[in-house]
């Protein structure tokens, strides 16, 4: 009993007992900066040497009040943070702006900072010794948006020099407010499939990042713009924000999430942006060969664009973004869709669902009604994890596995 | 007389007439938002939403004091800016930081905000409907620095379909406190060398964009650090920081720019980046078909790693990153390269420099000695820019026009 409360009082005070430094600097910072900084434990420690301030705060998650020393440089320790990647900010004075200390990371319509809190034992998203592909920047014009467009293309470690394959495709989208960098960077998709490639998890496969922010001449574009710089724009309505398909203001393809929510971006998709890529890379023709997936309002853009197309994509993953609430009929969803089981069964070879145990976006209520329903579909839950990267990374190395199988 | 007087007083009270109307969102502006613009005449206003604050200030170039309004916003417009890429920041109550309304750029050793100046009846540098070229995204590892790095590769727009031709490639660094994406970002070397090629003006090239920063193990990387981020590293002595080869303070590898500077870099090249670029990609063999060039400390770099291998490049390109002051002796410079001029000539096909009239950087004395040393070379003025971005969007198209002819 006395060697119990021992232990116990050793690791209650485990934090404490580490030393300023054990705390090692954040993957992401600029070169040369000790801050912030993470400890084994989890705990970060921020450092911003703004003398002049009244207030500064650093938005991780939740807020911290950070306190002036002597010196003038605010600092603050924070409890443990889960793994994986975070944004985060600093509050100066009321102003929301990104650390200077670290890279920036476009997310929440803006560029903010990045904290990467390390996995033990987890190495499936880093740099390994094994055959590394590419990620190309690819610029085509679109007509649908009368705008040129760049995307990603992540080419597998043989596409150079294996030149007679042709690859399957994945469609990979992003979440709000964030843009065609986001699997890239924050998520490290690269890293993922080379790994899962070397070691014959996955197939070789070519996978297309786009930007979900696409709009006609004249059409609004008020969703993808960042909240809380106000000073950045005149002041505007509101416009629908709900996270909910069917709870946006606007109808039709306007802002918010509303019932015509995605119609540019699968219209985009499908005159512009697959017809350039099955163009220009050896792409393996038909709709097995196809998939698409997304995190978050890329998630709702894979079901508005895949559910609704069936006859061009076999294979479909929504990350955490399928957003049901309360009451629905799994035979009237998304038109009608699921309404024959059988049907849908014969049809697509893949229906995945993944979200995080911390999130409550209410992805599993659409897995067990489906099931019960008789639609064949797989469910992971990332356990731990909210509405951020590491879900949507476990979700990538967990869906890609099934791919193309 | 009286209208010369009328028009002189249009002209100089042009700035006044252009209404807030006339002022467009910069092209670096995060979605939705409407400042900083730019008017017509290159004059910017800048907007900071921080009721809180006791001071803020814009440093584009010089600094701005921003005023404060009845509702919290500070703001101040600029005298007209000069054409092209501008870094710029925020300084809130003493704390320098991007400005949350526009895209990240490193520079300075951290991520600024990023300003764009129209240039008028200029396009070479903008998207235009013709063949583009991809920027692949490349990791590496390398034995001499003991970590993975990653290079990004521009490929010609004929490259996958050209599939028996090799290409002669151009090895293209950044400057100071930049980094890869500096040539692809701010540089936008993509458009100017897929215009050049569309245009015949430039022959199809591979252009291959490192890293400057490499270190062994235990070397002092202190160089590459920011400055002015104190915050962000213990105090720390400072490292020599001399514009010019040789003024730096620390010998050997180690920081500065000291005899040995560049020597792990040459050593990284020789050893990982060459090796790895000919392995997996389409190069033409040998000198004749290899060339360097660099802007600013990349230039420094680049006659540190060329001229001293001559024997592995025959195209060599300074973008201001001479830095010569004082006297100094044609013979004797770079290990005597240049001591015989008749070998020089015949060796090295291009001897590039070029530089911004407003710069000061001292390409020019090194031009005139060369030339009249007998050493031929291409001397370029960029008008009216400094040590910035536009001078070397212009050198690269300039040069990249009379590479592997």
Same mark, same amino acid.
């Given at each position: 009993?006395k060697?119990? =409360?021992?232990? =116990?009082l050793?690791?209650?005070?485990?934090? =404490?007992?580490?030393?300023?430094e054990?705390?090692?600097?954040?993957?992401?910072?600029i070169?040369? /900066?000790?801050?912030?900084?993470v400890?084994?434990?989890?705990?970060?420690?921020?450092?911003?040497? /703004?003398?002049?301030a009244?207030?500064?705060?650093?938005?991780? @998650?939740?807020?911290?009040? $950070?306190?002036?020393?002597?010196?003038?440089?605010w600092t603050?320790?924070?409890?443990?943070?889960?793994?994986?990647?975070?944004y985060?900010?600093?509050?100066?004075?009321?102003?929301?702006?990104?650390?200077?200390?670290?890279?920036?990371?476009?997310?929440?319509?803006?560029?903010?900072?990045?904290?990467?809190?390390?996995?033990q034992?987890?190495?499936?998203?880093?740099?390994?010794?094994?055959?590394?592909?590419e990620?190309?920047?690819?610029?085509?014009?679109?007509?649908?948006?009368?705008?040129?467009?760049?995307?990603?293309?992540?080419?597998?470690?043989?596409?150079?020099?294996?030149?007679? /394959?042709?690859?399957?495709?994945?469609?990979?989208?992003?979440?709000? @407010?964030?843009?065609?960098?986001?699997?890239?960077?924050?998520?490290?998709?690269?890293?993922?499939?080379?790994?899962?490639?070397a070691?014959?998890?996955?197939?070789?496969?070519?996978?297309?990042m786009?930007?979900?922010?696409?709009?006609?001449?004249?059409?609004?574009?008020?969703?993808?713009?960042?909240?809380?710089?106000?000073?950045a724009a005149?002041?505007?309505?509101?416009?629908?924000?709900?996270?909910?398909?069917?709870?946006?203001?606007a109808?039709?393809?306007?802002?918010?999430?509303?019932?015509?929510?995605?119609a540019?971006?699968t219209?985009?998709?499908?005159?512009?942006?697959?017809?350039m890529?099955e163009?220009?890379?050896?792409?393996?023709?038909?709709?097995?060969?196809?998939?698409m997936?997304?995190?978050?309002?890329?998630?709702?853009?894979?079901?508005?664009?895949a559910?609704?197309? =069936?006859?061009?994509?076999?294979?479909?993953?929504?990350?955490? @973004?399928?957003?049901?609430r309360?009451?629905?009929?799994?035979?009237?969803?998304?038109n009608?869709?699921? /309404?024959?089981?059988?049907?849908?069964?014969?049809?697509?070879r893949?229906?995945?669902?993944?979200? @995080?145990?911390?999130?409550? $976006?209410?992805?599993?209520?659409?897995?067990?009604?489906?099931?019960?329903?008789?639609i064949?579909?797989v469910?992971?839950?990332s356990?731990?994890?909210?509405?951020?990267?590491?879900?949507?990374?476990?979700?990538?190395?967990?869906?890609?596995?099934?791919?193309?199988?």
């Amino acid at each position: 009993m006395k060697k119990l =409360l021992l232990i =116990l009082l050793l690791v209650g005070s485990f934090g =404490l007992l580490q030393s300023a430094e054990d705390c090692k600097p954040n993957l992401y910072n600029i070169p040369g /900066a000790q801050y912030p900084c993470v400890y084994p434990d989890g705990r970060a420690t921020f450092r911003v040497n /703004a003398p002049d301030a009244k207030s500064v705060v650093v938005s991780v @998650g939740k807020r911290y009040e $950070m306190t002036k020393g002597p010196d003038g440089v605010w600092t603050v320790t924070t409890p443990p943070l889960v793994v994986g990647f975070h944004y985060y900010w600093l509050i100066i004075d009321g102003l929301q702006v990104a650390d200077p200390a670290t890279q920036t990371f476009f997310g929440s319509g803006w560029y903010n900072s990045g904290i990467e809190i390390p996995e033990q034992g987890v190495d499936y998203y880093h740099a390994k010794d094994v055959p590394h592909g590419e990620v190309r920047s690819r610029w085509y014009f679109s007509k649908v948006t009368g705008k040129w467009r760049r995307a990603y293309v992540y080419t597998p470690p043989d596409y150079d020099t294996n030149l007679k /394959a042709r690859y399957p495709v994945l469609y990979l989208l992003h979440g709000w @407010g964030e843009n065609q960098w986001g699997w890239h960077i924050q998520g490290r998709m690269d890293f993922i499939m080379d790994n899962l490639i070397a070691e014959k998890k996955a197939r070789p496969m070519i996978v297309v990042m786009d930007n979900l922010n696409a709009v006609k001449p004249g059409e609004d574009e008020s969703l993808y713009h960042a909240r809380g710089l106000r000073a950045a724009a005149p002041p505007k309505p509101e416009a629908g924000r709900g996270a909910a398909p069917g709870r946006g203001a606007a109808p039709g393809r306007g802002p918010g999430f509303g019932p015509g929510f995605g119609a540019t971006f699968t219209e985009m998709m499908f005159t512009d942006l697959i017809p350039m890529i099955e163009k220009n890379y050896r792409v393996a023709p038909g709709r097995e060969n196809r998939a698409m997936a997304g995190l978050s309002m890329g998630g709702m853009q894979t079901f508005t664009t895949a559910l609704g197309n =069936l006859d061009k994509f076999a294979w479909i993953g929504n990350f955490s @973004g399928a957003g049901l609430r309360g009451d629905f009929d799994p035979k009237t969803l998304y038109n009608g869709v699921f /309404a024959n089981p059988e049907e849908f069964n014969k049809k697509v070879r893949l229906l995945w669902m993944g979200i @995080g145990t911390e999130e409550g $976006m209410g992805m599993k209520s659409l897995h067990e009604a489906l099931t019960k329903h008789g639609i064949k579909n797989v469910y992971y839950e990332s356990p731990g994890t909210a509405h951020e990267w590491l879900t949507w990374r476990r979700c990538l190395y967990e869906f890609a596995q099934k791919l193309f199988r």
